[in-house]
T-cell receptor, first 113, second 116 residues
């Protein structure tokens, strides 16, 4: 699985959009970008994933650059409950090994009132 | 539809004792993964199992640790002769059978092991 790079921490004001960047310059053509988050003391939670098109669900939006070397997770209206560590992970969707997730250090997002 | 269940949520053991951690995957999921999170660190993969088979144990310590996922019942992570360095949060995740769905893994709430 490709290596990812994320800023160690970010702050966001409550109600504003949180934009979390991720660099994955060595991503392969069959690797998807996944985002998980871990709220303090809880198990990680799946947020969203995508290949090359932008994706949106009830939790967030995922913007992937045309060259796929980076992406941005957008929480459109951050709340205090969004305070968590956010992990960007790249991996094959299916066909290859359906094995482990490789968690980096992630970005610690602090949403402030 | 219940999520991934882990028990106990908290486990305290003295050095040298055995720890047994249980994980019940989501209904219909036949893949189970165990991860360990040391204090102030990220999650590290330990082992990946399907029913009755270990698929990938590349993250398991060579000694004292074992895992199983029997045909019936939960997956078990077993740590023999625990040491203080085993103190960590142990998370279990499950996913549907290979080649289906979005390949996302659903995580349980974790078991926090404290070794005195």
């Amino acid at each position: 699985d490709a290596k990812t790079t994320q800023p160690p921490s970010m702050d966001c004001a409550e109600g504003r959009a949180a934009n979390l960047p991720c660099n994955h310059s060595t991503i392969s053509g069959n690797e998807y970008v996944y985002w998980y988050r871990q709220i303090h003391s809880q198990g990680p939670q799946y947020i969203i994933h995508g290949l090359k098109n932008n994706e949106t669900n009830e939790m967030a939006s995922l913007i992937i650059t045309e060259d796929r070397k980076s992406s941005t997770l957008i929480l459109p209206h951050a709340t205090l409950r969004d305070t968590a560590v956010y992990y960007c992970i790249v991996r094959v969707l299916r066909g290859g090994s359906q094995g482990n997730l490789i968690f980096g250090k992630g970005t610690k997002l602090s949403v402030k009132p | 539809n219940a999520g991934v269940m882990q028990n106990p949520r908290h486990l305290v053991r003295r050095r040298g004792q055995e720890a047994r951690l249980r994980c019940s995957p989501m209904k219909g999921h036949s893949h189970v993964y165990w991860y360990r999170q040391l204090p102030e660190e990220g999650l590290k993969f330990m082992v990946y199992l399907q029913k009755e088979n270990i698929i990938d144990e590349s993250g398991m310590p060579k000694e004292r640790f074992s895992a199983e996922f029997p045909k019936e019942g939960p997956s078990i992570l077993r740590i023999q002769q625990v040491v203080r360095g085993d103190s960590a949060a142990y998370f279990c995740a499950s996913s549907p059978r290979r080649g289906t769905g979005t390949n996302e893994q659903f995580f349980g709430p974790g078991t926090r092991l404290t070794v005195l």
